[in-house]
């Protein structure tokens, strides 16, 4: 029988742990669970407002020093009572309907880890929408993140990740990695031989709280990781990590091209350029009836691809050519457990 606990990694976010939690506490799941809040070393802890929550939830709260959040949900896991462990960031919100839409997936084809995807709720300040929009889009990620229709290669993403307590003890959990502790995971657990599955009922609503300076630091992290995880795991790497790379190297080269050569068609890879972000501005802004959003995430897929594109290659370069360990190249992408 399935028993579900709910495991959240918490630092510096109490309010985003109000919303979430209240969420929870409107799921319309009507057998028992459980949620386990870990504080990891937060200077503003969270105890309070879990503590409020107390009479409509079945809840622990654990306070730890600061490990990274891999660590803190393994941590959290190994306290938890349930024997099925669900993943979600403090910054999301989930619908009521939830942990219905997983039971009724894992009950009609039960396997030791799945994921969703996430999308943004009405609530949302336009750059939410706008960069959700960029982050779920087969416009702009839809090779890089996973699908339904990719399923084979579907990695699935620990703010929104459901690990079965058996896989859990077998892989160990998260690694010390931070980002990339979930596709590292989902490739261990792959290679130790259980099945994973991407449940697109099971949506959360990711609330990423950043401006575009810092979703720019956030994709660049993304993009420094996934060459260290194609190094630990030979046959992962696909040629889809590598767009946004390609895609500012074209750009560069189109922008240079009506310089070297004063022909006409010198101007066409600038306008496909042109077109392609034409159609994520169309695409976003009738996604969301919203022009302002689609602006904006024409702005956000150039940030997006920028930071990813150039952290990869980044990486990549240095991963080829030096002797270092990835913890020594880039030691701010991991935690001391």
Not at 98 to 116: R, W
Not at 139 to 160: D, V, W, Y
Request: glycine residues 8%; proline residues 7%; contains cysteine.
């Amino acid at each position: 029988m399935l028993e579900f606990s709910f495991v959240v990694p918490v630092y510096n976010r109490p309010d985003e742990v109000a919303e979430l939690l209240a969420s929870l506490s409107r799921q319309d799941y009507t057998k028992p669970f459980e949620v386990v809040i870990v504080e990891d070393g937060s200077s503003q802890p969270a105890e309070s407002i879990v503590r409020s929550f107390e009479d409509r939830l079945k809840i622990k709260y654990w306070y730890k020093p600061n490990s990274g959040p891999g660590d803190s949900r393994n941590y959290g896991m190994q306290r938890a009572s349930g024997n099925y462990f669900i993943l979600v960031d403090s910054d999301c919100i989930l619908p009521p309907e939830y942990l219905s839409e997983v039971a009724i997936g894992l009950t009609a084809d039960y396997v030791d880890c799945f994921g969703g995807p996430d999308s943004a709720h009405p609530s949302f300040n336009p750059l939410q929408k706008a960069i959700s929009f960029c982050m779920t889009s087969v416009l702009t990620t839809g090779g890089i993140r996973g699908s339904e229709k990719a399923a084979e290669h579907f990695q699935p993403r620990s703010f929104n990740m459901g690990l079965s307590k058996k896989a859990f003890q077998k892989s160990g959990g998260f690694g010390s990695i931070h980002p990339g502790e979930d596709p590292d995971l989902s490739l261990r657990l792959l290679k130790l031989g259980f099945r994973l599955k991407y449940l697109p009922g099971a949506v959360v609503f990711h609330k990423r709280r950043i401006n575009f300076r810092s979703f720019y630091k956030q994709v660049h992290k993304f993009g420094l990781t996934r060459p260290i995880l194609n190094q630990w795991h030979p046959g992962s790497a696909r040629i889809t990590y590598w767009f946004p790379t390609i895609f500012y190297l074209g750009l560069f080269a189109s922008l240079l091209l009506p310089l070297i050569l004063s022909t006409p068609w010198s101007w066409l890879p600038l306008g496909c350029y042109i077109l392609y972000l034409l159609a994520v501005i169309i695409a976003a802004a009738s996604a969301t009836a919203s022009l302002h959003i689609g602006l904006l995430a024409g702005t956000a897929l150039l940030v997006q691809f920028a930071g990813y594109g150039l952290g990869f290659l980044k990486s990549s370069l240095l991963l080829t050519f030096s002797k270092k360990k990835p913890a020594e190249l880039f030691p701010n992408l991991f935690f001391n457990s």
